[in-house]
């Protein structure tokens, strides 16, 4: 008879000694300092563990002594947390199909020129200086500058943007991107993990594998959570001991609509059940997944739709934004100068005003004489022959064109010159100022005959984009090294708030700075150039536009890859969608939590139950992420409509 109370004893003894053998026994056999060692029990797979395996011994105490065997709750506990990991990789996985997908896009082969004939190798054989042979219906292999020919480029897969893209002679082109109808001779100049492919790749990996600030807190919370689980779970074990007979009212109670409660149950076996329970059910997997599947899920539609988020924190900061810093050139410009207006004095036409200007800045390399020619070839003006060119800098050229001297500069150039008539052109001319066009004047033999303005234009998108900025809230600012008249000018035109001209690259710092102090560290940055860099990492938030320079990209969080303006307002509505999405899943996996522990200490719920919840609670979180995608399209949509 001394026998008897032995086994449910025993029983307890087991369930008590398993935390200490698990924690000392993993010490001595990986050999783990106490900080290690406390890192690594206290995670999600101790609940689940503690759960199963003492019902397990317990089990095994059943072939010495008669007794409860508890050894079908661990198989059962094992079964469906096994399932509901796989249910979980095969969620997540799905939620990583935005990498898949990009990494079976690109061609496998290229033909390339070799010794003056076409040979098709492969993709992986492709050096930089290659030049590829890009046909109709092709994939172009790799990144690189059009040589020679012309066509549209499907580059969907990169920017998300449907429309065709026409690339012709010097032009770049981004490997995977689809040649629609011209043949395309491509120099190779990226090739392996340096495509932009291969670098999209990473950055969404980056992202994924990233942390945000919040996770930080729910990683302290869970390391907390743990042990006050086991601490909670031992309670139970030893109150049931204690004081059963006090609390089988309650059972009683439950057992009217819960077919699983037992009133009648040993009190030992009460004890075990409610311990279990608590343990299972406290399994903080949904907790550890709130993060993880939001960032994953908000990072593929980022990539699909063009937008590269770099970092978790970015997701985070963006929220809290209240300044958006805009460089000019480049960003809300093309960054390149382009023939805006021509105005002809007496006697002269703007055809014979414009054929004179061309002639004679074809000879010349500077930038808005480039713009001059172009724009004059673009409006159909035939560039005739100069001869005795001559060049004063950055003031102007002269030359001779058809018998006639041609003088072309600025105001100060010409009347240092003698140029006769410059007083019937300072209206225009002060006008064209006040609006930041670069003027110059044209004289020939001596009367000025017009004047010839090129500016750096206007982006189509920055207009709409600064005024979707004005609706977010956001206080928009310019900082450029530009002059301020052409700053104000560009700043009128487009509605942005502050301007901040004639800005050194080290004075774009000071300026973030400056901006930090006065909004509380919630400044945003928009750039592309190299200038832009280190700007761009002293923000809280470093925007850059994806056709700059690699290194603007590097110091960026966020990456636009179709260089759009409007592309800033569509990354801020993901990375609001995402965080809202994790506070969503945080809050839902903490409230089950905190819920069901309760329920279980009272008996109320059984360990098959609780792990069947506990999965549930994971598979939810994860589905709740997928949906990010369709709360994204719906606020871009209900924006557009606005």
Same mark, same amino acid.
């Given at each position: ?23 000392? %026994? ?107 042979? *890009? ?56 090739? %392996? ?82 311990? *279990? ?82 002639? *004679?800045?074809?000879?010349?390399? $500077? ?41 072309? %500069?600025? $105001? ?133 536009? %994806? ?20 592309? *800033? ?36 719920? $059984? ?36």
């Amino acid at each position: 008879m001394f026998w008897q109370p032995v086994p449910g004893y025993l029983a307890i003894v087991a369930l008590l000694a398993f935390p200490v053998v698990f924690m000392f %026994g993993g010490a001595a056999t990986h050999k783990t300092s106490w900080r290690s060692l406390k890192n690594r029990t206290f995670n999600m797979d101790v609940l689940i563990s503690m759960g199963s395996l003492p019902p397990y011994l317990i089990g095994m105490v059943g072939f010495v002594y008669p007794m409860t065997s508890f050894i079908e709750m661990a198989a059962t506990i094992m079964t469906f947390h096994l399932v509901g990991r796989y249910l979980e990789a095969k969620a997540k996985g799905k939620a990583s199909e935005a990498i898949r997908r990009l990494l079976t896009l690109g061609a496998k082969t290229a033909r390339v020129e070799r010794q003056g004939e076409e040979v098709e190798i492969s993709v992986s054989d492709l050096v930089p200086g290659d030049i590829m042979v *890009v046909r109709p219906g092709d994939k172009v292999p790799t990144d690189g500058d059009v040589v020679e020919g012309e066509s549209h480029l499907d580059e969907s897969i990169a920017t998300g943007e449907p429309v065709p893209v026409y690339k012709t002679a010097g032009d770049t082109v981004i490997g995977a991107t689809i040649n629609k109808e011209g043949r395309l001779r491509v120099k190779a100049t990226r090739v %392996g993990g340096d495509t932009f492919l291969a670098q999209v790749v990473k950055l969404i990996d980056e992202a994924q594998g990233s942390r945000v600030p919040i996770q930080e807190f729910a990683d302290r919370m869970t390391g907390r959570f743990v042990p006050l689980v086991l601490v909670i779970s031992l309670g139970s074990l030893v109150v049931w001991l204690l004081a059963a007979d006090s609390l089988r009212p309650v059972l009683e109670w439950g057992a009217a609509f819960l077919p699983w409660v037992d009133p009648n149950a040993a009190t030992p076996v009460l004890a075990i059940l409610a311990a *279990v329970a608590v343990l299972v059910i406290a399994c903080p997997c949904a907790l550890g997944l709130a993060t993880p599947t939001a960032l994953m899920v908000g990072s593929g539609v980022g990539a699909e739709r063009g937008i590269l988020i770099r970092s978790g924190e970015a997701i985070q900061s963006f929220k809290d934004i209240k300044v958006m810093v805009l460089d000019k050139t480049g960003t809300i410009t093309r960054g390149e100068p382009e023939l805006t207006e021509a105005v002809a004095g007496e006697g002269v036409t703007e055809e014979e005003l414009l054929e004179l200007a061309a002639t *004679v800045e074809n000879a010349s390399e $500077h930038p808005i004489a480039r713009a001059i020619v172009d724009g004059a070839k673009a409006r159909g003006i035939t560039i005739g022959q100069v001869t005795g060119f001559r060049s004063a800098g950055a003031r102007g050229v002269s030359g001779n064109v058809t018998g006639d001297h041609v003088l072309i %500069g600025n $105001h100060l150039l010409l009347e240092e010159s003698g140029v006769k008539g410059l007083d019937t052109l300072d209206g225009p001319l002060k006008d064209l100022e006040s609006r930041g066009r670069t003027a110059v004047i044209v004289a020939r033999n001596g009367e000025a005959c017009g004047i010839v303005a090129v500016a750096d234009t206007l982006k189509d998108e920055s207009i709409e984009a600064i005024r979707a900025m004005h609706a977010h809230g956001l206080h928009v600012v310019m900082i450029t090294g530009d002059n301020e008249r052409s700053a104000l000018a560009v700043a009128r035109e487009v509605g942005i708030d502050e301007v901040r001209a004639g800005v050194l690259p080290e004075g774009k710092v000071d300026a973030i700075r400056e901006l930090q102090k006065a909004y509380g560290n919630h400044v945003a940055m928009v750039g592309d150039g190299i200038n832009d860099a280190p700007a761009l990492k002293q923000a809280n938030v470093g925007i850059a536009i %994806g056709a700059g320079a690699d290194v603007a990209i590097e110091a960026a969080d966020v990456t636009l890859v179709r260089g759009e303006l409007s592309g *800033v307002v569509d990354a801020m509505v993901l990375s609001r969608a995402t965080f809202r999405k994790i506070v969503e899943n945080l809050l839902w996996a903490s409230g089950y939590n905190a819920a069901a522990i309760p329920i279980a200490a009272m008996g109320l719920l $059984h360990p098959m139950i609780g792990v069947v919840a506990m999965t549930a609670s994971s598979l939810s979180v994860i589905g709740n992420s997928m949906l990010l995608k369709r709360r994204y399209d719906g606020e871009r949509k209900k924006e557009s409509q606005a």
